[in-house]
Structure formats: structure tokens, C-alpha cells
């Protein structure tokens, strides 16, 4: 069988021999970025290939979460994005009231301004940083990009500097990342902005002979200091000073404590216990759904309740990879998909449970429900 890998190594070898003959030849001049974060030259403004993974749940079953179809070119998406920033410079003046909340490892941004003025200035952020946004439902307050993949993670060697953009394509970090953001009205007139990462990493699929015969993409641990890059950027987006949004951002965290533990009452019946009263549970509850495989629907935090879907991986017949077979293009995750109630009550002035209901509102007390509820533990754990 041919070992994919080595066969576009060998590619690669020969069209970078290619380009050293080049520079020798015009001469060009080495040109290096000292950004650590970059999307902007990534794939983020391409439609679905091989070279991305795919999402873990598809919105295409909701037309009105697409923003942009896979087919979009990049004179097109340029010429959006300037219209874009062109037809907000006049709202990004510095903004008062504005300061970076913690709790534990976790971060957010609270900004003293109602959602439906920020939503149109996030949105326009994200573009701006090279992403596109597969959701954008500002009635939900909810976004989420594309994947995309940090170029600023390849080594800027002597040819690739020298020749830039030309061999772009012929360099893969087999990394890639998306990005959810959920707009929280804690009170009139203040708004609390959550920015949650998710990667997917590139894997070797070997024979028995340990040899690498294809690939597959899988998922990767969250990454809280790409989030923070994220809450910073937005900060200075929004009007602070690059020099106040990092130290804001960089300021110690508080200490890492359990909080939340699995409680199991006979076989499959289960909820989760938080030390936490509801405003801390309600928060900690909706980053864990935006970390996972969960994609959050709707919200109503007067009943403590989050409306969601989820993809089981073994729905989709896991045997090489999850996200491969959401690529395929017989993926039917959204018919897969199915709609769960998670709540959120307090049990005490200092503890809260957390539960699951089907799309009828009956508790989930059967497997599925026992293996969301140890799903979203572990993340609120982490």
C-alpha cells in the first residue's frame, strides 16, 4: 500500500528544490512575522476539503446561521470585509466600562454596553481576524466560526520567508482550531462575552507494519491562552490600548478547585452536583457546552435551562475518525444530531444540580443521558 505521507514529503522535497533554484534567481527578500497568531492566511475562507476537518455538528439543516457557503472566493470575502470595517469605523471609539472577569482558570469579558450594540462589532471582529462564521444568530447572542488553521505555528525558514505566499500551500501545521462566542446578559445594560476554543490535531493512521497509510483528524485539549490572545484582541477591538487589554488579560488566575462531581442514583439515572450557587453554575454549565460536542441552540437562564443538540460518535459509525466521518459527503450528522434540555437549578445558597431532558421534556434517564452528564463533568472538572 503507498505510504501517503512519504509520498507528499517526497512531492514537497522536489517543489522546494524547485524554489531554492527560484531565489537564486529573482533574489527576493526575507520577509518574517513575529505574530504567533494568524488565521488571516489560513483556509478559513475556503469551502470544506480534505485539508480541513469538518464541524462536530453542521448547521446546514438552520439556513439562517450560514453567513457564507463553502464556494465563497477570496476576492469575493475581501471585498465583504472592507465594506464591512469601512461601515464601522465610526463605532470604534474607545469603550468605558470594560474589564476582564475570572473565576478560577476561566476568563470573560464584561462590558458595560447592551448585546445587540456588540454583536454587529464582534462579528465584524472575527471576520477581520480571517474567520469565517458557519453561525451568526444574534436573536441567541451565539457565533461560531469555521476551522482554520494558526500559520503563524510554521517556521519561517529561509525559502518559505523569502518566497511568502507562494508555498503556502505546500506547508500544513496538521492543526485546527474554531472558535465559539456566546453573549450573556448578566444585567440591564451589561453584557459578558465568552470566547471558547476547540482544536482538532492530525493523526497517522499505521499498518501493521507501523507504517503511515492515511490520516485522520481527532480532536485536541482546549486551549485557554488562545482564548486569552482572543479576549485581548477583542478588548483592543473595542477600543482599549493593546498595552491595557494584555495586562488586563495576563493578571493572575485563581486557584484550580473541584467543584462539580457525577452523582449516580441506580443505573443510568444521574446529575451533577456543583459547590457553586446558580449565577456560578449557570456560567461554568455554558462554557462546559461550548468546550464539547454540544452546540447551544437557545437559552433561558430564568429557568436555568440550555437548549441544545449533540452528535454521539457512535451514531455515525466511529471507525476512522469522528471528523472524518462528518467530512464524508454522505454526512448525515444533522439528521444524527438530537435535541436535549440541560438544567440548571440551585439546591442550596451554595451548591447546584445539573440534569438532562429529551426534546419532550422527560428526564433522560437512560444511557445517553448518563454519558452527556459525564461529558459535561469532565469539562467543568478541567
Known amino acids: 500500500m503507498i505510504n501517503v505521507l512519504q509520498a507528499l514529503r517526497q512531492h514537497r522535497i522536489t517543489v522546494l528544490?524547485?524554489?531554492?533554484?527560484?531565489?537564486?534567481?529573482?533574489?527576493?527578500?526575507s520577509v518574517t512575522s513575529n505574530d504567533t497568531v494568524d488565521y488571516k492566511t489560513s483556509g478559513a475562507v475556503r469551502g470544506p476539503n480534505?485539508?480541513?476537518?469538518?464541524?462536530?455538528?453542521?448547521a446546514q439543516a438552520d439556513r439562517r446561521y450560514i453567513v457564507q457557503d463553502g464556494t465563497a472566493t477570496m476576492s469575493e470575502y475581501n471585498?465583504?470585509?472592507?465594506?464591512?470595517v469601512q461601515s464601522r469605523?465610526?463605532?470604534?471609539?474607545?469603550?468605558?466600562g470594560m474589564r476582564i472577569a475570572?473565576?478560577?482558570?476561566?476568563?470573560?469579558?464584561?462590558?458595560?454596553?447592551?448585546?445587540?450594540?456588540?454583536?454587529?462589532?464582534?462579528?465584524?471582529?472575527?471576520q477581520e481576524n480571517g474567520f469565517l462564521l458557519i453561525i451568526d444568530s444574534p436573536s441567541t447572542g451565539i457565533m461560531e466560526t469555521d476551522w482554520a488553521e494558526n500559520r503563524a505555528k510554521i517556521s519561517q525558514d529561509f525559502i518559505r520567508s523569502t518566497l511568502g505566499r507562494v508555498l503556502d500551500s505546500l506547508y500544513d501545521t496538521g492543526e485546527r482550531d474554531k472558535y465559539k462566542t456566546r453573549l450573556e446578559v448578566s444585567k440591564p445594560g451589561e453584557t459578558?462575552?465568552?470566547i471558547t476554543q476547540r482544536g482538532a490535531l492530525e493523526k497517522c493512521v499505521t499498518d501493521s507494519t507501523g507504517s503511515c497509510i492515511s490520516t485522520i483528524w481527532t480532536s485536541r485539549p482546549n486551549d485557554p491562552e488562545l482564548e486569552a490572545v482572543f479576549l485581548a484582541r477583542l478588548m483592543e477591538r473595542l477600543g482599549m490600548t493593546q498595552e491595557q487589554a494584555k495586562a488586563q488579560v495576563a493578571a493572575p488566575l485563581g486557584p484550580k478547585t473541584p467543584k462539580a462531581k457525577l452523582v449516580q442514583q441506580g443505573v443510568n439515572t444521574a446529575y451533577i452536583e456543583i459547590t457553586a450557587g446558580f449565577d456560578r453554575a449557570w456560567r461554568d454549565t455554558g462554557l462546559a457546552l461550548d468546550r464539547s460536542n454540544f452546540t447551544v441552540e437557545d437559552r433561558n437562564r430564568a429557568n436555568g435551562i440550555y437548549y441544545?443538540?449533540?452528535v454521539n460518535p457512535k451514531d455515525l459509525g466511529d471507525t476512522k475518525g469522528f471528523f472524518t466521518?462528518?467530512?464524508?459527503?454522505?454526512?448525515?450528522?444533522?439528521?444524527k444530531a438530537k435535541k436535549y434540555s440541560v438544567l440548571v437549578k440551585a439546591s442550596g445558597d451554595n451548591s447546584s444540580r445539573v440534569t438532562v431532558q429529551d426534546a419532550d421534556g422527560k428526564p433522560e434517564n437512560t444511557a445517553a443521558g448518563l454519558q452527556l452528564l459525564t461529558l459535561l463533568t469532565e469539562q467543568l472538572i478541567r
Open 89 to 96: 469605523k465610526s463605532v470604534m471609539t474607545g469603550m468605558p
Open 308 to 310: 441544545v443538540r449533540y
Open 325 to 335: 466521518n462528518l467530512f464524508s459527503s454522505k454526512d448525515d450528522s444533522s439528521l
Open 192 to 194: 459578558e462575552i465568552y
Open 50 to 58: 480534505l485539508s480541513v476537518p469538518p464541524d462536530l455538528i453542521t
Open 79 to 84: 471585498s465583504a470585509l472592507k465594506k464591512s
Open 102 to 126: 475570572r473565576d478560577g482558570e476561566r476568563r470573560w469579558l464584561v462590558v458595560e454596553k447592551p448585546a445587540p450594540e456588540l454583536y454587529p462589532q464582534i462579528k465584524d471582529f472575527w
Open 17 to 29: 528544490l524547485l524554489a531554492v533554484s527560484a531565489v537564486t534567481l529573482i533574489g527576493c527578500k
